[in-house]
């Protein structure tokens, strides 16, 4: 009897402690994973650090604050290149300031250089040029008023040929007018005479006579005139001048 209650007792021990054993392992497994998890943690670390990557964006204008010095610089920079942006622009306003000091004056005898050459076709015909001399672009307005032999009156303008904008001519460029000396060969004119001179005078954007006027050379036989003198306004092209 005394055996037999021993041998229980023995088993309840060995059972008691498996589970004592399986408790012990339990809370060791606990603790290794309590363990585990903090081992995560630090792993989790470039997680959290890759969390403010986010606020490393807008670290990076803080960051960049650091930076900034190189992109402040930067930005300067760019400041700078507006400011030459600005400096440029001012240096264009200026340009054209330069520009106003080339404004356009009127044509006459102290700024151009004209020559008469009678041509033979159309006959009785003369071509007045006048070419700028000045430093400055010049307007030819109106017409020449031609005066041969100190004559009292300046003879009419042919209408029709009036150019649809002003004559404008640039330092060296040159304009034309054609001047019909007589009636020709059908005996439409009268008073008929040999002119030995002539002075060509211009007219302002007001339609005033103004001076000096110019003084062409006429051929030494002079040239034939008559009551029927008429002339061209002032034309950009010979061939024009001497269609009337």
Known sequence: MSAFTARPRTRLFAAATVALAALSLTACNDKLGVQDAGAVSPN???????APSGTGTGQSGGSTSGNSSTGGSSTGGSSTSGGATGSSGSKTSGGSGSNSSTTSVTCSGANTKVTAQPVSRPINHMLLTVTNTGAKTCNLYYY??????DAQSVPPV???????????LAPGQSGYAGVALSGGDNGSGTNGRTAKSLSVYFFDRNNNSISPAATPALPTKGVY???????TYWLSSAQDALTY
């Open 44 to 50: 989790s670390s470039p997680v959290t650090t890759s």
């Open 144 to 149: 020449p008023a031609v005066n041969f032999d």
């Open 158 to 168: 042919i209408k029709d040929s009036q150019p649809q904008a002003v004559t404008t």
């Open 225 to 231: 005139v008559d009551d029927s003198l008429r002339v």
